[in-house]
């Protein structure tokens, strides 16, 4: 076993342990392992150790790593940075998953270009939950407006909400950030759009974020090792 996929295991063990502390069940929280900026070799190590999800943030990267993995014909790619609009057909194209709409001119977008052999693209919603600025996402009071009308959209399934937590947060901050997220995708139901997702929680606060009910953790530095972006 590879250094690369002991580490992949222990953050499968410690989302196990999260899960059983805070009384859920066994398997409801989804590791995405966040591969931007890890050469598509990396990516081979840790999906033969059981990972078929994996988080990208730079689409021209991203391009390449589709190409030279294309015989991975089960992995699930999740866009988890910004789109810029010029990439969107690329990302319509080829992602499953889109973590980080927070516009709507780009879920529409997305919808035109999304192929109609292709299942609906799944989508979250961002969400700016401290009000951070400079940071992507739309406020938290705009959530759930911008969500129904993206569920309006073909081709797309709105699934819930997605946030980066404030970084240096303490741990009543981010109970607070990450409650309000479980908040709005209750709201989200209540008005009529059937969605289940939370994507929230990294290498630093996964356990904090499962605890508030996320079903998805976005997990990079912990499998990986520490990222190099001198190049981006």
Known sequence: MTSLQ??????????????????RENGSVHLVAVSKTFPAGDIREVYAAGARDFGENYIQEWYGKTEELADLTDIVWHVIGDVQSNKTRFVAERAHWVHTVSRLKTARRLSEQRPSEMPPLQVCIEVNIAGEPGKHGVAPEEAV???????????LQVRGFMCVAEVGAGAEALHNQFTRMRQLLADLNAAGVAADVLSMGMSADMEAAIACGA?????????????DYSDK
């Open 145 to 155: 407006a911008l969500a129904c009308e993206t569920a309006k959209l073909p081709r």
């Open 215 to 227: 079903t998805h953790v976005r997990v990079g530095s912990a499998i990986f090792g520490k990222r």
């Open 6 to 23: 002991q580490n992949y295991r222990e953050v499968c063990a410690k989302i196990r342990e999260a899960e059983a502390a805070a009384h």
